[in-house]
């Protein structure tokens, strides 16, 4: 959610801001602005909008003339998107400048302290406490500036400072949200994301929360909380600026469903060994797994669903209980967690706010804690007793398509890894590893299978509502299947386990109501069936996801999408690919803005 980008060089900084700016629109915004200084003048430029309409403002950065400089692009939170709102924040008498990601919770009293010293608010933002902040703290030395007012701020923050009085010196402070070091030659840069940096850079360093750099064109000085200096060692960023570009593709998002074969098999790839699951930075949790008393994953959004289709695998291989708990509600239950429980994490970005929060309070009653991320350095990979990357690659589209998968992916890589620790391997344990093995070339089957999407679209597109139903393994994926149809195509969608729809919500279902009907478990084929004729005896048409040879099914629904022959336990990674293709030609149909959905950010770093 939002982004920030700095830059310090001997090059024009606003060319390389908006650029940078560019780079993530894909983590959802309403407004953007740049600062640059020139000369010990510090220059801002914002609009409400998209980042057109700043490069159209400042003729594509040539207005503002300057080597140093911030820039930001916000979603709204404390305030209506408006260009008062939108950062960078200058502060009264003009020598500071700030953007910030995140939230500062305690800016009410902070702003009405302020206010009383005679400061003047030309925002609503939570954020322009800190530029005043830091105006009243500084005395010539923006390092203790930073301590003073970062050491009054509660909440979660990325902030990018520049100083009139500190020409050719750009500033920056994580706490509880994203940033990151790019080191170049004879310039140097932060960004809240990798890919403002790829362009420019590929070596990088992660800031950790409680730490500030000093960023100059000819070095980078990063210090602790009490104004220490340390050195951080660098990481080298492997995958490449095409990879972040959409590669022929209309929308990132139809590219990332198409690379989802590529990105599974990289998942599985090098933790594949003589038939076994190997994971050598679970060595450690391999000793624990005996002490184990229950499992359970937390996560939000997809990576929540992620974490229902790896429930029954893992339960099925390890023989441990497992719970699935939404971050944002486990965080305030008073849940039951103590060193018997292992922890399971998922976020693709690492950055997510209440997984981060829920994985705070289990790790203070005990809970051993393993992260699913996809972003190495990421706070969740950081804050974990152990971490496993998805290897999924950048990510663009808002909606995830590869991070999801590649998730499930890894739940059933870790189902068998913890059944032949425990001693627990099933006797079809080759059979799995073949199914894990067969995996990318089935997803890749998925996508040929289905040639008829984009004609389904066109049939269902305008429908007022669509119910998605399945049991156990499909139901898990109906719910990921819904949630992908309503956040990319603004169609109600909803999912229903089968055996609920006699409970209520069959009353529903009238003359042409859809009805996608998944179909993949063989073991309660017969009971999804039955649901099927109950919904068409009442007027719904139904779209059933099976397969190709299943006559029971062909026979009864209306249209068909269908799967290659996989095992249940492992279908979910197969299964989701179509309904990702139907959801991305809904949108298309209806006239979407497919990779940046309405009211929706990448990464949710605040509550």
């Known amino acids: 959610m939002c982004g920030i980008v700095g830059f310090v060089g001997m090059q024009k900084a606003a060319p390389i801001l908006l650029d940078g700016l560019k780079k993530l629109e894909y983590r959802g915004y309403d407004s953007a602005g740049i600062a640059v200084m020139d000369q010990q003048v510090i220059s801002i430029s914002k609009v409400r909008g998209r980042i057109a309409n700043l490069c159209e403002k400042t003729q594509d950065g040539s207005l503002m003339p300057g080597v140093v400089g911030i820039g930001h692009t916000r979603w709204a939170t404390h305030g209506a998107p408006t260009e008062e709102n939108a950062h960078p924040h200058l502060s009264n008498d003009g020598r500071f400048a700030v953007v910030h990601n995140g939230i500062i919770e305690n800016y009410i009293s902070l702003r009405e302290e302020l206010i009383k010293d005679g400061y003047h608010f030309l925002s609503e933002t939570d954020t322009e406490v800190i530029v005043h902040l830091i105006e009243m703290y500084y005395r010539g030395n923006m390092r203790d500036a930073l301590i003073k007012t970062v050491n009054r701020l509660r909440g979660s923050y990325a902030i990018g400072v520049i100083c009139s009085e500190e020409e050719g010196k750009i500033y920056a402070v994580r706490e509880a949200s994203p940033l990151i070091l790019g080191i170049g030659i004879g310039e140097n840069f932060f960004a809240s994301d990798v890919t403002a940096l790829v362009n420019h850079t590929r070596n990088v360093i992660y800031l950790e929360d409680g730490e500030f750099a000093e960023l100059s064109a000819q070095s980078i000085k990063i210090f602790d909380c009490s104004g220490t200096e340390f050195r951080k060692k660098a990481t080298r960023i492997m995958w490449d600026v095409q990879a972040a570009e959409k590669g022929g593709y209309e929308h990132f998002m139809l590219k990332e469903i198409m690379e989802q074969p590529g990105a599974v098999k990289a998942t599985i790839a090098p933790r594949l060994r003589d038939g076994k699951v190997v994971f050598e930075e679970l060595e450690g949790l391999a000793a624990e797994l005996p002490n184990i008393r229950k499992i359970v994953i937390t996560a939000c959004g997809s990576a929540y669903y992620a974490g229902c289709n790896g429930k029954y695998a893992l339960e099925r291989l390890s023989r441990i209980p497992v719970e699935v708990e939404l971050a944002s509600e486990l965080r305030y239950s008073d849940p039951l967690i103590d060193e018997h429980t292992l922890l399971i994490v998922i976020s693709q970005s690492g950055e997510t706010a209440d997984t981060i929060a829920a994985m705070r309070e289990c790790k203070s009653r005990g809970a051993v804690t393993l992260a699913i991320v996809n972003v190495v350095g990421s706070s969740i990979a950081s804050l974990a007793d152990y971490t496993v990357y998805t290897w999924a690659g950048p990510e663009i ?113 009238e003359e042409h109501q859809p009805v996608i009907a998944l179909c993949c478990n063989p073991s309660i084929m017969e009971k999804t069936l039955s649901n099927i004729v109950e919904v068409k005896s009442r007027g719904a048409e139904v779209l059933a996801l099976t397969f190709r040879h299943n006559q029971k099914i062909l026979s009864v629904a209306d249209d068909l999408l269908f799967i290659p022959d996989v095992d249940a336990l492992f279908s979910g990674v197969i299964e989701i690919v179509p309904l990702q293709l139907l959801a991305y030609y809904v949108a298309k149909e209806n006239g979407c803005d497919i990779d940046k959905p309405k009211n929706l950010a990448k990464s949710v770093t605040v509550e």
């Open 397 to 509: 589209a808002v909606a995830t398509t590869k991070g999801f998968t590649t998730q499930i992916t890894v739940l059933y890589m870790l189902s068998l890894f913890f059944a032949d620790c425990l001693k627990r391997i099933d006797k079809d344990e080759d059979k799995f590893i073949e199914t894990l093995q067969a995996l990318p070339r089935m997803i890749q089957q998925a996508i040929d299978m289905n040639p008829s999407v984009p004609l389904l679209a066109k049939k269902y597109h305008e429908s007022h509502a669509l119910f998605f139903i399945g049991r156990n393994t499909d139901y898990a994926v109906a719910l990921e299947g819904a949630l992908k149809m309503k956040e990319i195509s603004y169609l109600h969608a909803e999912a229903y386990a089968a055996g609920e729809l006699k409970h209520g919500t069959i009353a529903l279902i």
